[in-house]
T-cell receptor
């Protein structure tokens, strides 16, 4: 199984809502990532979990809260988002991070988020 | 920090060869990735270079010169399905992408 799955595929939420994005992989990868991608822009890294511990937080606002319940699952909890947070949220996984080396990453199809 | 530059758009003809360049400046180099991303889809891994030289994978090849901070992706025998964005990425404890090059392949 070389697939990263993400749910939901699409999400529309109001600025006062609380929602969660989910990501799952069964490749035995020990590093998982959240990216945000705006239209016609490259993905921007938000969070990195390595061996289920948050290793990198790229100064993301606290209205985004990641969670890694186990090595196969990654969640992104959303609360009090702004319309400018509307984007494609991509999850990825890789075999692991060793020192400062990043391995080949497998991306999920993404969740298209619209904040109204 | 990292600074990665690549052309915004390129156009090429089906069956031709196209070279997409990428220049980078990074405080610590751990290799360079190339990803392909079709519109509305997730990025998919193409290649990884950490040593100087050319790596060939079928119709796609990637080249790296560490002394020049330069890489390119070479696509041969272009097909219409190669129309996509090509993202040059700096490997490290994170993956920092350049702005991406949108390649349009015309008949």
């Amino acid at each position: 199984d070389t697939e990263v799955t993400q749910t939901p595929k699409h999400l529309v939420m109001g600025m006062t809502n609380k929602k969660s994005l989910k990501c799952e992989q069964h490749m035995g990868h020990r590093a998982m990532y959240w990216y945000k991608q705006k239209a016609k822009k490259p993905p921007e890294l938000m969070f990195v979990y390595s061996y289920e511990k948050l290793s990198i937080n790229e100064s993301v606002p606290s209205r985004f809260s990641p969670e890694c319940p186990n090595s196969s699952l990654l969640n992104l909890h959303l609360h009090a988002l702004q319309p400018e947070d509307s984007a494609l949220y991509l999850c990825a996984s890789s075999q692991g991070t060793s020192g400062s080396v990043s391995y080949e990453q497998y991306f999920g199809p993404g969740t298209r988020l619209t904040v109204t | 920090g990292q600074n990665i530059d690549q052309p915004t758009e390129m156009t090429a003809t089906e069956g031709a060869i196209v070279q997409i360049n990428c220049t980078y400046q990074t405080s610590g180099f751990n290799g360079l990735f190339w990803y392909q991303q079709h519109a509305g889809e997730a990025p998919t891994f193409l290649s990884y270079n950490v040593l100087d030289g050319l790596e060939e994978k079928g119709r796609f090849s990637s080249f790296l010169s560490r002394s020049k901070g330069y890489s390119y992706l070479l696509l041969k025998e272009l097909q219409m399905k190669d129309s996509a964005s090509y993202l040059c990425g700096d490997a490290g404890n994170m993956l920092t992408f350049g702005g991406g090059t949108r390649l349009m392949v015309k008949p």
